[in-house]
């Protein structure tokens, strides 16, 4: 598998690359030369396979020989070893459940994957790989766990004290072994502000192998394909042949999965991305003009990005012919009280939870069959993360009726490890320069 930057279609690198520098050097992203498209056979049969074995079908086919087959299979199995059900909660719509990985959020698909073929690729007795993280909370958990006792490799995790929720906490403080959390007594920008200087900095540059395993990195972004092509074997077996896929987007690192599910032969009648009131996607939609904002903090607030950081690799599968993008992407955008009263709704009426990223996908589904009255589709929107770690903007009822599953209730009991630090960079230098 070769890559390019989306700056410039003339550089470029093997797979490995990609995986360990997230960014090319003109500050482009990575997008595959080759996207291949399925054996249609293949994607009619979706129905006959399992995860695991769409995974390790898809990923064979764009990875093109980059992993051999036995260890690729072995990354999948190892990675992709949790459901993705296709629940129906009312007629036409059904919820995509992303949540049932170790962080409960989609970004394990992608956290994992990235883990394991990060490990595959550094040969023993190669300096260990040091991966600084600064999160305002999923990203965090889902890297941590993903990477926790992955050989070779130590995760450094920032995160805002006091700004993340009690079950994201623990998710973030309790692992021990190659995960270390570091609670900064500031914001996550300052979070962020640390990480960045730390990549910067010569001295740390020259004593440790740095990396960012950042969100826009390749290998996140492959194993995100998967379970699109999983949904829509799931709506095989109930004998619908047309999908249209509501994908909560902040990032639109999900919905570009999407759309490249869609160029690698998935049948889909359309994609919705759905936003809260950080809608420069919508705006552009609209308007033809994009114009990144400052972020706005919303409940939803995985997805408050004002310039998201995928745009470009979804101009770059269209080669920036947006006629084309729209006839295959819509997009709405909902505020918080659109949210919350969606998530009522839903509670009374389908007495199913959703977390407010979720919500506003349902509500994005909602609004596409009321425009588009349509018998034959069948509409997906997935849900990005369990209920359980938003607990501040449920209703004392909805609160007390959210399952909290046991991969939850078991850290618990456990031993908080996390160290604080302040915001000045010295101290954080020295911390990492110690250790
Ligand atoms: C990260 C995240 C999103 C946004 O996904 P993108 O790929 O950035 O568009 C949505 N919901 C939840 C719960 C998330 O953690």
Redesign the pocket.
């Known amino acids: 598998m070769i890559l390019y930057s989306t700056n410039n279609k003339e550089l470029r690198v093997p797979f490995k690359e990609g995986v360990f520098n997230s960014l090319p050097a003109d500050k482009g992203l990575y997008m595959p030369v080759n996207i291949p498209v399925l054996d249609p056979e293949f994607i009619a049969d979706l129905h006959k396979y399992s995860l695991p074995e769409i995974a390790f079908r898809v990923s064979k086919a764009i990875l093109n020989g980059a992993i051999p087959e036995t260890d690729l299979k072995a990354i999948i199995d190892d990675a992709i070893n949790f459901d993705a059900p296709v629940v129906e909660l009312s007629e036409q719509i059904n919820v995509l459940e992303l949540f049932h990985g170790p962080s409960l959020?989609?970004?394990d698909f992608g956290a994992r994957f990235m883990s394991r073929v990060m490990s595959y690729f550094l040969k023993e007795g190669e300096q260990q790989l040091d991966v600084l993280v600064a999160t305002s909370?999923?990203?965090g958990g889902a890297v941590a766990l993903g990477f926790l006792g992955v050989p070779n490799v130590r995760v450094t995790i920032l995160f805002p004290k006091g700004k993340v929720s009690p079950i994201q906490e623990l998710q973030l403080t309790t692992n021990g072994q190659n995960i270390r959390a570091i609670e900064i007594d500031g914001t996550f920008d300052d979070c962020q502000a640390l990480v960045k200087r730390a990549f910067n900095d010569p001295e740390l540059k020259e004593k440790f192998r740095l990396t960012s395993a950042n969100?826009i990195n390749i290998s996140r972004l492959i194993p995100?394909t998967f379970y699109y092509f999983y949904a829509y074997a799931q709506i095989q077996r109930k004998g619908f042949k047309e999908v249209v896929f509501s994908?909560?987007?902040?990032?639109?690192?999900?919905?570009?999965a999407g759309l490249l599910a869609w160029k690698m032969g998935l049948p889909v009648r359309q994609f919705i991305a759905a936003t809260n009131i950080n809608d420069t996607v919508p705006a552009f939609l609209r308007t033809g003009v994009y114009q990144a904002k400052p972020s706005v903090q919303t409940w939803?607030n995985?997805?408050d990005?004002g310039d998201?950081s995928?745009w470009v690799r979804i101009m770059d599968l269209f080669k920036g012919e947006t006629a084309d993008l729209k006839k295959l992407l819509t997009a709405y955008t909902f505020t918080d009280e659109e949210t919350l009263n969606a998530i009522e709704k839903v509670y009374r009426e389908q007495h199913y939870i959703m977390?407010p990223?979720?919500a506003i996908a349902w509500l994005a589904s909602k609004q596409w069959l009321k425009d588009h009255p349509v018998e034959s589709a069948e509409l997906v929107f997935l849900s990005?993360?369990h209920p359980c770690?938003f607990p501040d903007i449920f209703s004392k009822e909805i609160a007390g009726n959210i399952e909290v599953p046991l991969q939850v209730q078991e850290l618990e009991g456990r031993e908080r490890l996390a160290i604080t630090l302040g915001r000045d960079f010295e101290g954080f230098k020295n911390y990492l320069l110690d250790s």
């Open positions: 959020a989609f970004k909370g999923d990203t969100s995100q994908v909560p987007s902040g990032n639109f690192g999900n919905i570009g939803s995985a997805m990005v998201p995928n977390c990223h979720t990005t993360a770690k």
